[in-house]
């Protein structure tokens, strides 16, 4: 009898080593977090990368979406945090949030630093790039990819933004992620930290005059020109998302279930991203969607760009040695190089 379980188990143990897409470890379930809902591209693009996931594992990975900040009760600055102790196994996460316990993260934050795509493009898969995934890493998040919020775009209820000083005492919803609060008070605005969930009734009620995010992953799918009737693209900060997942989920993949991750987070994210740009180049397209909702649109001229640049040095010299000063000469470099 001894003889035959012996034999049994050893059996059972051969055939677990010899299908390496097979664990005993595998959860029923995986979670993952966005912040946003689901017909946001951002939110979209978690749904895709589950769906993908599963079907190129054969249901070996079932991954459940959690949408507008379910996970942590709308604490948005909570989610790298939460993602670290496993409360969620993956997340779909802007650069934004994680900046609370990553402080390097602020790098993409840093107003008026990033002047288009191409230069978005060169740090993320240059060296600077690259040290901040370790740094990530390190902290006990792997990144399998990048997907996009987009340039940051503000928008408002009161006027039409041109110069700082129409700014002026507004009233302007941000994350609850200190360079906003910074940023915002440089330029002569009143920042409003607030999370996203608390956001949206807070353009309803008319409590704040204003908000910046992205056009086609943010104002377009929540129809911000519902609150505000003027939008001013500036581009002055960029939100890139991390496709990412806690070192303790993991560890339990077998390897050729991690290759499959970061394969489809890639080509998810890819995709994800294109959808982000669409329209915000060249013509800029997309735009005429916030003017058919009724917005004032003001497309800033460099020469206007510049009187706002000026206004926020002082939150670049605070911030970039919370950054790293190296990191931050790393970008500039690489953003340089990205407009020869
Ligand atoms: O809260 C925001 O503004 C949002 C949805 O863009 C982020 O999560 C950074």
Not at 12 to 39: E, I, T
Not at 115 to 134: M, N, Q, S, T
Not at 191 to 213: H, K
Request: aromatic residues 10%; contains cysteine; hydrophobic residues 45%.
């Amino acid at each position: 009898m001894r003889k035959l379980l012996i034999g049994v188990m050893a059996a059972l143990l051969a055939l677990a080593l010899a299908s390496p897409g097979w664990s005993v470890d595998y959860k029923k379930q995986y979670k993952l977090s966005v912040v946003v809902g689901p017909n946001s591209p951002w939110g979209q693009l978690g749904q895709r990368f589950a769906d993908e996931v599963k079907k190129a594992t054969q249901g070996r990975i079932e991954i459940k979406c959690f949408f507008a900040g379910k996970l942590f009760a709308g604490k948005q600055t909570n989610e790298f945090m939460l993602l670290r102790q496993g409360v969620a196994d993956f997340a779909v996460g802007s650069t934004i949030n994680w900046s609370a316990q990553m402080r390097e993260l602020n790098l993409f934050s840093m107003p008026f630093l990033f002047p288009d795509y191409k230069a978005l493009d060169a740090v993320k898969y240059g060296r600077a790039g690259r040290i901040l995934l370790e740094r990530i890493e390190k902290n006990g998040v792997i990144c399998l990819g990048w997907g996009e919020n987009g340039f940051r775009e503000i928008t408002n209820r009161v006027r039409a933004i041109e110069k700082p000083a129409d700014l002026d005492g507004l009233k302007i919803r941000a994350v609850g992620s200190p360079i906003f609060k910074d940023t915002f008070a440089a330029l002569g605005a009143n920042p409003v930290l607030m999370n996203w969930g608390d956001a949206l009734t807070a353009f309803q009620q008319g409590t704040v005059d204003g908000q910046e995010n992205p056009v086609n992953v943010v104002i377009i799918p929540y129809k911000i020109w519902q609150y505000h009737k003027f939008a001013t693209i500036w581009h002055y900060v960029i939100d890139p998302l991390i496709i990412g997942v806690g070192q303790k989920t993991w560890q339990q993949f077998s390897q050729e279930d991690q290759a499959i991750l970061r394969r489809v987070a890639k080509e998810v994210g890819d995709w994800e991203i294109g959808v982000a740009r669409q329209g915000l180049t060249g013509d800029m397209a997309a735009l005429k969607t916030l003017r058919d909702g009724g917005m004032q649109v003001t497309e800033l001229t460099p020469e206007q760009l510049r009187a706002f640049k000026a206004k926020v040095k002082p939150v670049w010299d605070k911030w970039t040695p919370e950054i790293g000063e190296d990191l931050v000469k790393m970008a500039i470099q690489e953003i340089e190089a990205s407009r020869k």
